[in-house]
């Protein structure tokens, strides 16, 4: 364990400022100002060394106040919004109010009612920090800077306390996903590694199909969906999971989806920046969804072998790529929502709504008033514009878009924040909406109900 005694720094001061924050506190202990004598319960010990962590300073401010810095984005300073880390050493019933100051975004939903993350040893699964005990505000004593602050009191001296951004989801954990998916040996699920990251990882993709239906001379429809391209948005992976565990499940609609449409799924396309616990961007500082109109094999590996294998599908006289849906979350709108392209042909227009539309009678968190049609300039390298230039008018390019904390169904005023089982139940509507749009319904047989069970 690393111990730091301070001095009280002067707030916001410039020594180690965040653009210098280059690695996570390690076991770092923080005693109160000029103490040497041996650890004692309460002098926390925080730490941000594991899989998407995600912390890379701590100021002692008073016995019950520590103000907290994010590290920033490996090679990229400008983004500072993830954070993951865990704290230990406490005392019963301490109180502390923890301030992390330097965030990179002034808008966030923390002026909305959302809230961080947190679990334990003994409470292994994720809640939410009550609203009221959470401070979104500007703050003079940091040069101005929005700063959330959060008060916790601890409570169990033995147990270990993790918080974070959001409802972390790893690179480990989509791999043991996947693992426990490949020994089920389904006949209509094949995986295969389409490339490496910079670092190694692997980048997974999924083909969820009936089997004879690959063999078939008649022209295939194929649905590709991709996630994770940035590597804080985690609730995109939950979505994801949902879309997969629908797709593989015994459900009628799957099953009918499976004999009729090929899907493609890109579970997570930054596993890098994942697995460093960026927000934003891969290993090298690259915003990877601004890089798709000429990836390098070499600085962006995983998004040039996935948009090789578009661009290879999409010349197959034999394959019809009909969709292609990217999964992000949003850090400011609530609900689920989508963007889409503009077009000068008011029919296609009409028909890229079809989708979102449909959607929106499937899942009550989803808005069609809040999904978008744009050509901004900003937005031209994203995996939605280059692709819908790319590909004829009978595809479709969505970013599908879920907000880090909450929804409002129709009628209500009251936002329900999100879990990671309602981010994945998204998913598996998105998946059944599929259904509706290729008009499948009277396949289902036995007038079995479509309705999802929970």
Known sequence: T?????????????????????????????????????????????????????????????EFEFDLFIRPDTCNPRFRVWFNFTVENVRETQRVIFNVVNFSKTKSLYRDGMSPVVKSTSRPKWQRLPAKNVYYYRCPDHRRNYVMSFAFCFDREEDVYQFSYCYPYTYSRLQHYLASLERRNLSYLQREQLGLSVQQRRLDLLTITNPDHLSADKEKKL???TARVHPGESPASFICQGVIDFLVSQHPVAQILRDHVIFKIVPMLNPDGVYLGNYRCSLMGFDLNRHWQDPSPWAHPTLHAVKQLIVQMNQDPRVSLEFYIDVHAHSTMLNG????????????VQRQAVFPRLLCQNAPDFS?????????????????????????????????????YSYMTAGSNAPVPYTEETYMK??????????????????????RPTHIPR
């Open 426 to 447: 998204l998913g598996r509507n998105v998946a059944r909406t599929f259904l509706d749009y290729y008009k499948l319904n009277n396949l289902i047989k036995d007038k």
């Open 368 to 404: 069609f008033s809040n999904t978008s049609f744009n050509r901004d300039v900003v937005k031209a390298g994203t995996g939605r514009r280059f692709l819908g230039g790319l590909l004829d008018d009978t595809s479709y390019c969505y970013t599908l878009e879920v907000s880090f």
């Open 223 to 225: 649905v590709f969906l």
């Open 337 to 348: 929502f989508m963007y889409g392209n503009v077009f000068e042909d008011e029919e296609r």
């Open 2 to 62: 690393y111990r730091v005694t301070q001095t009280a720094p002067e707030r916001g001061g410039e020594t180690g400022g965040e653009d210098v924050l280059v690695g996570n506190v390690n076991k770092l202990m923080v005693s109160p100002p000029g103490y040497s004598g041996p650890q004692r319960k309460g002098h926390l010990i925080f730490d941000a060394c594991f899989e998407s962590g995600n912390l890379g300073r701590v100021d002692y401010i008073s």
